[in-house]
Nanobody, 121 residues
Framework: PLVESGGGLVQAGGSLRLSCTAT????????MAWFRQAPGKEREFVAA???????YYPDSVKGRFTISRDNAKNTVYLQMNSPKPEDTAVYYC?????????????????WGQGTQVTVSS
């Protein structure tokens, strides 16, 4: 299972770091990603890191969000800098046993329960 933490309320222009810890499995061989889902919208890709630490971002967060991983702690992070109100959503981490990054939900085998991030203006 994957367990997210670190969500909460943050002011626009501030910063917030999300964490996702995996238990079981071979974390270092997985690609890890973050997705988000705002009310009434589909879940969307936010960031991914492959088993070789290649990074992928959509244009909407590029330059503001940073994904990283610590294999010794079985943890992936999402550093959110300069968040905007439109970043408000439930954030989910996901694991792909293929080790390959994918922007599509179907590319991932395991999901966390989600953590709420609210950005105030």
């Amino acid at each position: 299972p994957l367990v997210e933490s670190g969500g909460g309320l943050v002011q626009a222009g501030g910063s917030l770091r999300l964490s996702c810890t995996a238990t079981g499995g071979t974390f270092s061989s997985y690609a890890m990603a973050w997705f988000r889902q705002a009310p009434g919208k589909e879940r969307e890709f936010v960031a991914a890191i492959t088993r070789r630490s290649n990074l992928y971002y959509p244009d909407s967060v590029k330059g503001r969000f940073t994904i990283s991983r610590d294999n010794a702690k079985n943890t992936v992070y999402l550093q959110m800098n300069s968040p905007k109100p439109e970043d408000t959503a439930v954030y989910y981490c996901a694991a792909a046993t293929t080790g390959l990054a994918d922007t599509a939900l179907a590319g991932y085998d395991y999901w966390g329960q989600g953590t709420q991030v609210t950005v105030s203006s």
